[in-house]
T-cell receptor, first 109, second 111 residues
Framework: QKEVEQDPGPLSVPEGAIVSLNCTYS??????FMWYRQYSRKGPELLMY????GNKEDGRFTAQVDKSSKYISLFIRDSQPSDSATYLC?????????FGKGITLSVRP | KAGVTQTPRYLIKTRGQQVTLSCSPI?????VSWYQQTPGQGLQFLFE???????NKGNFPGRFSGRQFSNSRSEMNVSTLELGDSALYLC??????????FGSGTRLTIV
């Protein structure tokens, strides 16, 4: 079993839709949880970063962590065509980032 | 403030050669990590340096090595290149080892 599993996608939604992206993990040592966005030919860009279970909101983005279920989610409200990118979940233990495979999101105008 | 800078952006090498990639972290960041990204395997951790010391290492063969200088700049070296080493190599820097900022990467193609 991989340490981090992410829904494979791709995912296509109409503009304005609410998007839900999910990852599960198996390693209880993971302490910090992140979501990155990656545009084509660019490096990953940190979107959200959280430590504890619960929700964290930043504008149209909400990150949710449930440590008891080993499950994290990213919600995007009022999705825009500019949100079209690959989204990667990532988790750290001992300064080593472990990533999900990523999901490609396309938001149709 | 300048981001993470990786050079070169693109590189083409032949099998058997060696290559050195460079990474300049954000000013003040002492942790530098390297990752390999391929379509099949996704992003995989290579190693992490903090204050010139390798603090963590991923599951890559010894052909992959790195170092960090006193100014926190880091280099990654791959010897005896194989076709399977073709990938995007990403460097990330961090102030505290938690939130990481990535560079745009070096696209390495082996022919």
């Amino acid at each position: 079993q991989k340490e981090v599993e992410q829904d494979p996608g791709p995912l296509s939604v109409p503009e304005g839709a609410i998007v839900s992206l999910n990852c599960t993990y198996s390693n209880s040592a993971f302490q910090y949880f992140m979501w990155y966005r990656q545009y084509s030919r660019k490096g990953p860009e940190l979107l959200m970063y959280t430590y504890s279970s619960g929700n964290k909101e930043d504008g149209r983005f909400t990150a949710q962590v449930d440590k008891s279920s080993k499950y994290i989610s990213l919600f995007i409200r009022d999705s825009q065509p500019s949100d079209s990118a690959t989204y990667l979940c990532a988790m750290t233990a001992n300064s080593k980032l472990t990533f999900g495979k990523g999901i490609t999101l396309s938001v149709r105008p | 403030k300048a981001g993470v800078t990786q050079t070169p952006r693109y590189l083409i090498k032949t099998r058997g050669q060696q290559v050195t990639l460079s990474c300049s972290p954000i000013s003040g960041h002492r942790s530098v990590s390297w990752y390999q990204q391929t379509p099949g395997q996704g992003l995989q951790f290579l190693f992490e340096y903090f204050s010139e010391t390798q603090r963590n290492k991923g599951n890559f063969p010894g052909r992959f090595s790195g170092r960090q200088f006193s100014n926190s700049r880091s280099e990654m070296n791959v010897s005896t290149l194989e076709l399977g080493d073709s990938a995007l190599y990403l460097c990330a820097s961090s102030l505290s080892g938690q939130g990481y900022t990535f560079g745009s990467g070096t696209r390495l193609t082996i022919v």
